[in-house]
């Protein structure tokens, strides 16, 4: 049996992707697909894949490779999304509400079920099929729904207060997608995304192409950072 304690943070940040590459394979339907292949549509090496599935105790056979359907259901019990983990969104703006209509979320065992909104116009009524409660309303909502996640789409400056609330309520997993650093206790799962950094960052690979591609023609032929002008 897997021990999921053992699994290192590398191989669990590329195991979403496994499993998203397994779509490509109907649920049902007696299909094998080698490391080679799903390493081609997970964008990883075949090798590094190997190496992940094995933390599993999945192996393949050789010459044949791996039976989808079992693949998917252990990749789905190490990620625990063969459960459902319902999820409070904490804003309803326009980010909000586009993470709101994300069918993503549900397909993979993570259904919106509540909204929390500052907004009166927005409070009492459905935004989008969500229904959208007040901030006093959150711990009831968590209880009621036993929700699993908080989702933190609010302006910067109101993130740690809502983070706060949501510790307060009992959600130990939280994902924000405000461009602040957050404080929460030991013992609560933070997962910060912030859209503007990795838009930075590929910023950064533009240039550094950029620059690569006008050194190489000045040169007339190859060139390399390593190389120099």
Not at 46 to 63: E, V, W
Not at 199 to 215: E, K, N, P, V, Y
């Amino acid at each position: 049996m897997t021990s999921i304690g053992r699994i290192p943070e590398a191989t669990v940040a590329r195991l979403p992707l496994y499993l998203r590459g397994l779509d490509a394979f109907p649920i049902g339907v007696a299909a094998t697909v080698s490391s080679d292949e799903l390493a081609d549509l997970a964008g990883v090496n075949a090798a590094k894949l190997r190496k992940d599935l094995s933390y599993l105790g999945t192996y393949g056979i050789r010459g044949v490779g791996y039976d989808a359907d079992f693949l998917r259901f252990e990749i789905s019990r190490a990620l625990g999304v063969a459960n459902t983990w319902p999820i409070v969104l904490c804003g309803m703006g326009n980010l909000g509400r586009a993470l709101a209509n994300h069918s993503g979320f549900t397909e993979r065992g993570f259904p919106v079920v509540a909204a929390i909104d500052t907004d009166p116009d927005k409070v009492g009524a459905e935004v989008d099929g969500v229904p959208v409660y007040a901030p006093s309303e959150l711990a009831p909502i968590v209880a009621e729904h036993e929700i699993a996640v908080g989702v933190i789409a609010t302006p910067p400056e109101a993130a740690q207060g809502v983070a706060d609330r949501l510790v307060e309520a009992g959600i130990k997993s939280i994902m924000s997608f405000a461009p602040i650093v957050l404080a929460v206790p030991d013992g609560v799962d933070l997962r910060a995304v912030d859209l503007a950094a990795e838009l930075q960052i590929l910023g950064f690979h533009l240039h550094r192409t950029r620059l690569t591609d006008a050194a190489r023609d000045a040169v007339g032929g190859e060139w390399t950072p390593e190389a120099g002008v």
